[in-house]
């Protein structure tokens, strides 16, 4: 476990290789890494610096080649494929660069899909999904399609279902990359207001160093070290 | 929102490619549905054979005669209860020779006797009894030919060459599946005496009653036992190996039908396949986002399968819905009325359809298996690395 009980994110000694025409290809060297309860991490770094393959560890998406990662509590590397499923469910939310919504969803649909793996029943799925949507303030649009919403208007979709579950950490990769000015602000004043009112640690990938200044820290990564 | 509801709306999210699917499969499961009826079919009238009724013909073959003086000795044989014969006319309606039917000389009373399920009224019985050129014709054969009770009708024979004229007695119904409705019955005696002195008192084929259906292998080798050593040889069988038998040379189109029912169901299976697996192929990143948010890999194989089930049983119930009106009302009334010596009731049979919906499921599983599996089980980085 780590040595301080706040820290969240705890990863030591942590490298990760991928085969690629029949050589390892490094990303990660041995990088040691915390993320505190309660933080807004931005992570930067250049295209190839190993940002979204730290992220896919945290989340548990990946698994590293050496080192630990322990993630609220849990040692990822001792978890199986079932246990890692259900670390994500109750533990993480996610917000993914293309918004990933279901298209044959509607809004509140798509709000509440996490909530399928549980045993809350129908009825409280959608009112949950109903608030969710509420603290993204898109109370007028629960019955929309994707198509029918904007792209800031998607990505505050994706936003709603990542909280639903009442997740512990928001994993947020490029969650402006795709948006315009306006809408990436808007995305990231919902992002500081669930890390500053609703206590979520929050940890966000991105190349915009505007979205980088709305985070309490940043970390860059660089030829897969951290500076 | 349920997990139903989300595979049926995944199964229906294009729907245009979702109906031409469906559409293709249905069309599929009707073909199938049609094959199948025509085994059913051929099946129903020997299936249906009389289990206390056996046969016997010459055991060579079928087209080679008894000496009519067989029918005194499988009637004293232990366990008959009763006996007649019948010759194959051959005849035709010189008015339409290409319309086949089955033409019989029979002993009329001990025929009747014999064959009980056939329902005839007591007058044309009386009629037909009295009347040595009278005849009595199925039901179905009446209808298509257009002859009713005290019509005259000449036909041509084949196998005994000239014309006879004949005088409608009766038209007979069945009460079982077992009995052709379509036979044009003759008097034995007025054929018999029309023949020369060579050809006369001379039988196809003899059918017996028995007392008990389970001693029919019994029985049928005691009469054959007691011909054995004679110049004409006998195999006695039951009902529907008899049929069989005369109609044996249906037997390997029957097979290739067979063969057919089963390349459908391969080309039902590669349709319903190929549609699955570019529809999966396009949403591998969904599938990545499922994962990611903690649906499992068995999720993912459920909904995959749960679409290619819902597009596999719609579409049987569509094919379903078609061929029933299809065959039953139309296709199948047009066989029964011109090929009814071969398919007397040409409907589709409970089981058929219960097959043809079964396997429309099953081969929605089966051709979603390989797509279903091959992305439960890729990894979730780089299904989300997977653009549509």
Redesign the interface.
């Given at each position: 476990m780590s040595e301080d009980a706040k820290q969240i994110v705890f990863l030591r000694g942590v490298t990760k290789s991928f085969a690629k025409g029949g050589e390892a290809l490094t990303v990660l060297h041995g990088l040691d890494f915390e993320v505190e309860e309660g933080q807004f991490l931005a992570l930067m770094g250049p295209s190839g610096s190993g940002k979204s393959t730290l992220l896919?560890l945290i989340?548990g998406?990946?698994v590293p080649t050496a080192g630990r990662v322990e993630v609220a509590g849990h040692d990822l590397g001792a978890l199986g494929?079932?246990q890692l499923?259900?670390f994500?469910?109750?533990t993480l939310g996610?917000v993914?660069q293309?918004f990933?919504l279901?298209?044959?969803?509607t809004a509140a649909?798509n709000v509440?899909?996490?909530l399928?793996?549980t045993s809350v029943p129908?009825s409280e799925?959608k009112t949950r999904a109903h608030t969710a949507l509420k603290v993204v303030g898109l109370s007028d649009r629960v019955d929309h399609y994707p198509r029918q919403l904007s792209g800031g208007q998607e990505q505050r979709v994706s936003i709603a279902?990542a909280i639903v579950n009442d997740p512990q950490i928001i994993i947020a990769d490029e969650p402006t990359g795709e948006l315009d000015r306006a809408s990436a602000d808007a995305v990231l004043d919902l992002l500081q207001k669930l890390n500053e009112e609703l206590g979520k640690t929050i940890i966000m990938v991105t190349h915009d160093p505007r979205a980088a200044k709305r985070a309490s820290s940043v970390r860059e990564l660089d030829k897969g070290q951290l500076s | 929102m349920t997990t139903f509801g989300l595979v049926l709306r995944n199964a229906l999210r294009n729907k245009f490619r979702s109906a031409l699917t469906i559409l293709g499969v249905a069309l599929a499961i009707v073909a199938f549905i049609f094959l199948r009826t025509i085994i059913t079919a051929w099946n129903t009238g020997a299936d249906h054979g009389a289990k206390d009724r056996i046969a016997t013909r010459h055991k060579l073959s079928f087209v080679i005669t008894l000496p009519k003086r067989y029918i005194d000795v499988v009637r004293q044989t232990e366990g008959v209860k009763g006996a007649t014969w019948a010759n194959w006319v051959g005849a035709k309606d010189p008015r339409n020779p290409d319309n086949f039917f089955a033409s019989l000389a029979v002993d009329p009373e001990s025929f009747l006797e014999v064959h009980h399920e056939m329902k005839v009224s007591e007058e044309a019985r009386q009629r037909w009894f009295e009347d040595r050129r009278g005849a009595i014709v199925g039901d179905v054969l009446a209808r298509n030919m257009g002859l009713k009770v005290g019509d005259k009708i000449s036909l041509e024979g084949t196998i005994y060459p000239g014309t006879f004229e004949y005088q409608i007695a009766g038209i007979y119904e069945a009460t079982r599946r077992s009995i052709d409705r379509s036979q044009f019955l003759i008097h034995w005696d007025y054929l018999n005496d029309s023949l020369p002195a060579d050809r006369q008192d001379q039988i196809g084929w003899i059918i017996a009653r028995i007392d008990d259906a389970s001693s029919s292998g019994d029985i049928s080798a005691r009469i054959d036992r007691t011909f054995e050593e004679s110049d004409v040889p006998t195999l006695s069988m039951s009902e529907r190996q008899l049929q069989v038998s005369f109609l044996g040379m249906l037997s390997a189109l029957l097979t290739a039908v067979d063969v057919i029912s089963g390349v459908i169901l391969l080309i039902l299976a590669l349709i319903l396949g190929n549609t699955i697996a570019m529809g999966v192929r396009e949403r591998q990143n969904e599938f990545g986002v499922l994962r990611a948010i903690g649906f499992l890999p068995r999720h993912v194989l459920a909904f995959i399968m749960g679409e290619a089930a819902i597009v596999g049983v719609a579409a049987g119930i569509l094919g379903l819905a078609v061929a029933y009106p299809l065959v039953e009302l139309g296709m199948g009334r047009f066989i029964e009325e011109n090929m009814s010596a071969y398919f007397p009731y040409f409907r589709i049979d409970v089981s058929t359809y219960a097959a043809a919906l079964l396997l429309s499921l099953l081969l929605g599983f089966i051709a979603s298996a390989i797509p279903a599996l091959r992305s439960s089980r890729m990894s979730v980085t780089d299904a989300l690395r997977r653009v549509a």
């Amino acid at each position: 476990m780590s040595e301080d009980a706040k820290q969240i994110v705890f990863l030591r000694g942590v490298t990760k290789s991928f085969a690629k025409g029949g050589e390892a290809l490094t990303v990660l060297h041995g990088l040691d890494f915390e993320v505190e309860e309660g933080q807004f991490l931005a992570l930067m770094g250049p295209s190839g610096s190993g940002k979204s393959t730290l992220l896919n560890l945290i989340a548990g998406l990946d698994v590293p080649t050496a080192g630990r990662v322990e993630v609220a509590g849990h040692d990822l590397g001792a978890l199986g494929d079932g246990q890692l499923a259900k670390f994500r469910a109750n533990t993480l939310g996610f917000v993914f660069q293309s918004f990933n919504l279901l298209p044959v969803l509607t809004a509140a649909e798509n709000v509440a899909l996490p909530l399928l793996l549980t045993s809350v029943p129908r009825s409280e799925r959608k009112t949950r999904a109903h608030t969710a949507l509420k603290v993204v303030g898109l109370s007028d649009r629960v019955d929309h399609y994707p198509r029918q919403l904007s792209g800031g208007q998607e990505q505050r979709v994706s936003i709603a279902r990542a909280i639903v579950n009442d997740p512990q950490i928001i994993i947020a990769d490029e969650p402006t990359g795709e948006l315009d000015r306006a809408s990436a602000d808007a995305v990231l004043d919902l992002l500081q207001k669930l890390n500053e009112e609703l206590g979520k640690t929050i940890i966000m990938v991105t190349h915009d160093p505007r979205a980088a200044k709305r985070a309490s820290s940043v970390r860059e990564l660089d030829k897969g070290q951290l500076s | 929102m349920t997990t139903f509801g989300l595979v049926l709306r995944n199964a229906l999210r294009n729907k245009f490619r979702s109906a031409l699917t469906i559409l293709g499969v249905a069309l599929a499961i009707v073909a199938f549905i049609f094959l199948r009826t025509i085994i059913t079919a051929w099946n129903t009238g020997a299936d249906h054979g009389a289990k206390d009724r056996i046969a016997t013909r010459h055991k060579l073959s079928f087209v080679i005669t008894l000496p009519k003086r067989y029918i005194d000795v499988v009637r004293q044989t232990e366990g008959v209860k009763g006996a007649t014969w019948a010759n194959w006319v051959g005849a035709k309606d010189p008015r339409n020779p290409d319309n086949f039917f089955a033409s019989l000389a029979v002993d009329p009373e001990s025929f009747l006797e014999v064959h009980h399920e056939m329902k005839v009224s007591e007058e044309a019985r009386q009629r037909w009894f009295e009347d040595r050129r009278g005849a009595i014709v199925g039901d179905v054969l009446a209808r298509n030919m257009g002859l009713k009770v005290g019509d005259k009708i000449s036909l041509e024979g084949t196998i005994y060459p000239g014309t006879f004229e004949y005088q409608i007695a009766g038209i007979y119904e069945a009460t079982r599946r077992s009995i052709d409705r379509s036979q044009f019955l003759i008097h034995w005696d007025y054929l018999n005496d029309s023949l020369p002195a060579d050809r006369q008192d001379q039988i196809g084929w003899i059918i017996a009653r028995i007392d008990d259906a389970s001693s029919s292998g019994d029985i049928s080798a005691r009469i054959d036992r007691t011909f054995e050593e004679s110049d004409v040889p006998t195999l006695s069988m039951s009902e529907r190996q008899l049929q069989v038998s005369f109609l044996g040379m249906l037997s390997a189109l029957l097979t290739a039908v067979d063969v057919i029912s089963g390349v459908i169901l391969l080309i039902l299976a590669l349709i319903l396949g190929n549609t699955i697996a570019m529809g999966v192929r396009e949403r591998q990143n969904e599938f990545g986002v499922l994962r990611a948010i903690g649906f499992l890999p068995r999720h993912v194989l459920a909904f995959i399968m749960g679409e290619a089930a819902i597009v596999g049983v719609a579409a049987g119930i569509l094919g379903l819905a078609v061929a029933y009106p299809l065959v039953e009302l139309g296709m199948g009334r047009f066989i029964e009325e011109n090929m009814s010596a071969y398919f007397p009731y040409f409907r589709i049979d409970v089981s058929t359809y219960a097959a043809a919906l079964l396997l429309s499921l099953l081969l929605g599983f089966i051709a979603s298996a390989i797509p279903a599996l091959r992305s439960s089980r890729m990894s979730v980085t780089d299904a989300l690395r997977r653009v549509a």
